[in-house]
């Protein structure tokens, strides 16, 4: 990080988030003078930027807070933090084939039709691809239909796979596609038209946490070679100071002006399910990060 100012934050952030709090970043550059240096990508392949490419960040908000003690704490965190939900939904726009008839009854039929085209994101890259794959069996139980994950999947085929959200949700923009699994707040923040999915399916209900759990999903780890499991479980999103970060007083800084009310109500009213206060776990956040006083193990 040699010649980076020191009034400079490197930050590694979910593709999903991409949309929704770039206001967030200028308004805290402006108000700062911080020159803010985002990465915006797979929240797995930010991982590995740390855990292969040692690339260190000075602040990392991923997809899946489940991700920082599967593959980075402790060797590479000693804390996170959970601080936003989602929830799973099949979105479309006005001009993907039958949207004037899909609903929350019909959705896995129409999805199975010869005439569409679906599209999901790589498992082995974003959260919102591994969630995926545990939403649908999820589905297959749930509506008692079985086979279903596996026919879905086989309409959702490799040509229509993407490495993050937000490239999926470009391609159903451009009409290339009728139809892909997302977040809801994807979903939102580009004004598409969604189907929500039951909460027993939806990943977004912890009152169905129980049954989430009794599917998992098994993909790429930290490095090339490795493998780790995530379990489905409500969705949430995490954020950290890895160690070794160039910046931390600055991380800490935006962390704490990320969970302040005013961006709070702000990321809300850009479709974001933030979370009133940060849930941390670990020791070591930086006292600036509301919350942080009783860390939870």
């Known amino acids: 990080m040699l010649g980076i100012a020191a009034d400079t934050l490197v930050l590694f952030i979910a593709a999903s988030l991409t949309k929704p709090i770039q206001p967030v970043l200028d308004t805290f550059a402006a108000r700062t003078g911080t020159v803010i240096l985002r990465e915006s990508g797979a929240s797995l392949e930010h991982v590995?930027?740390?855990?292969?490419?040692?690339?260190?960040?000075?602040?990392?908000?991923?997809?899946?807070?489940?991700?920082?003690?599967?593959?980075?704490?402790?060797?590479?965190?000693?804390?996170?933090?959970?601080?936003?939900?989602?929830?799973?939904?099949?979105?479309?726009?006005?001009?993907?084939?039958?949207?004037?008839?899909?609903?929350?009854?019909?959705?896995?039929?129409?999805?199975?039709?010869?005439?569409?085209?679906?599209?999901?994101?790589?498992?082995?890259?974003?959260?919102?691809?591994?969630?995926?794959?545990?939403?649908?069996?999820?589905?297959?139980?749930f509506y008692n239909s079985p086979?279903?994950?596996?026919?879905?999947?086989?309409?959702?085929?490799?040509?229509?796979?993407?490495?993050?959200?937000?490239?999926?949700?470009?391609?159903?923009?451009?009409?290339?596609?009728?139809?892909?699994?997302?977040?809801?707040?994807?979903?939102?923040?580009?004004?598409?038209?969604?189907?929500?999915?039951?909460?027993?399916?939806?990943?977004?209900?912890?009152?169905?946490?129980?049954?989430?759990a009794k599917e998992s999903v098994t993909v790429r780890g930290s490095t090339p070679t490795s493998r780790t499991t995530f379990a489905g479980q409500p969705i949430l999103y995490g954020l950290s100071i890895p160690h070794g970060a160039p910046h931390p007083r600055v991380a800490a800084k935006f962390l704490a002006y990320l969970e302040s009310p005013e961006v709070v109500a702000r990321l809300r009213a850009a479709h974001v399910d933030m979370l009133d206060r940060p849930i941390v776990v670990g020791t070591g956040a930086p006292p600036e990060l509301r919350g942080s006083s009783e860390p939870r193990h």
């Open 147 to 212: 086979g279903l994950a596996d026919a879905l999947l086989a309409h959702a085929p490799a040509r229509n796979i993407r490495p993050n959200a937000a490239e999926l949700a470009a391609l159903l923009a451009a009409g290339e596609l009728d139809y892909i699994y997302d977040y809801q707040s994807v979903a939102e923040s580009n004004g598409f038209r969604f189907v929500p999915l039951p909460g027993a399916i939806n990943l977004g209900n912890p009152n169905f946490a129980a049954a989430y």
């Open 48 to 141: 590995r930027k740390i855990t292969e490419l040692h690339r260190i960040p000075d602040a990392l908000l991923l997809a899946d807070v489940d991700v920082f003690p599967q593959l980075l704490v402790p060797k590479y965190a000693t804390w996170y933090a959970q601080f936003a939900r989602n929830r799973m939904v099949v979105a479309y726009t006005p001009r993907s084939k039958h949207a004037g008839e899909i609903n929350a009854s019909n959705w896995t039929r129409i999805l199975r039709a010869n005439d569409v085209e679906v599209g999901r994101t790589d498992p082995n890259l974003a959260p919102v691809g591994y969630r995926t794959l545990i939403m649908l069996r999820l589905a297959e139980h």
